[in-house]
C-alpha cells in the first residue's frame, strides 16, 4: 500500500546538524499528514514534528527555532532539519504518514548527539 524509508540518522557533535529524510511510495494520497516521533531509551515517546499538505507545521516546544519541517510532493519526500542538536535530541526517530484514515510507519533511523 504505502511504504516509507528513513535516511539521514547518525552521529554528530551537539551543536551540529542532521536532516532526516522520508521518502513515500506506493499509493499515496494528496491528503495527508507526515511527520516524526522519537523514542529514547528510559523516555516517553514524543512527537516530534509535523505536516500537512496545506503546509501547516507543528512542533514540539523544545524544538521550536531548531527543527524545520518541509515537504517536497513533488518527490513524495518530507525532510526534518535538525539544528543546534543536543544531546537530548538522541533517540530514534520514526517517520510516519497517515492518509485515506490509515497510517504507516517507517523503519526508524538512529540520531546520536555527543561528544
Known amino acids: 500500500q504505502v511504504q516509507l524509508v528513513e535516511s539521514g540518522g547518525g552521529l554528530v557533535q551537539p551543536g551540529g546538524s542532521l536532516r532526516l529524510s522520508c521518502a513515500a511510495s506506493g499509493r499515496i494520497f494528496a491528503i495527508y499528514t507526515m511527520g516524526w516521533y522519537r523514542q529514547a531509551p528510559g523516555k516517553q515517546r514524543e512527537l516530534v514534528a509535523t505536516?500537512?499538505?496545506?503546509?501547516?507545521?507543528n512542533y514540539i516546544y523544545s524544538v521550536k527555532g531548531r527543527f524545520t519541517i518541509s515537504a517536497d510532493n513533488v518527490k513524495n519526500t518530507v525532510y526534518l532539519q535538525m539544528t543546534s542538536l543536543k544531546p537530548e535530541d538522541t533517540a530514534v526517530y520514526y517517520c510516519y504518514r497517515r492518509q485515506d484514515g490509515g497510517v504507516y510507519w517507517g523503519q526508524g533511523t538512529q540520531v546520536t548527539v555527543s561528544s
Open positions: 505536516i500537512t499538505n496545506t503546509a501547516f507545521t
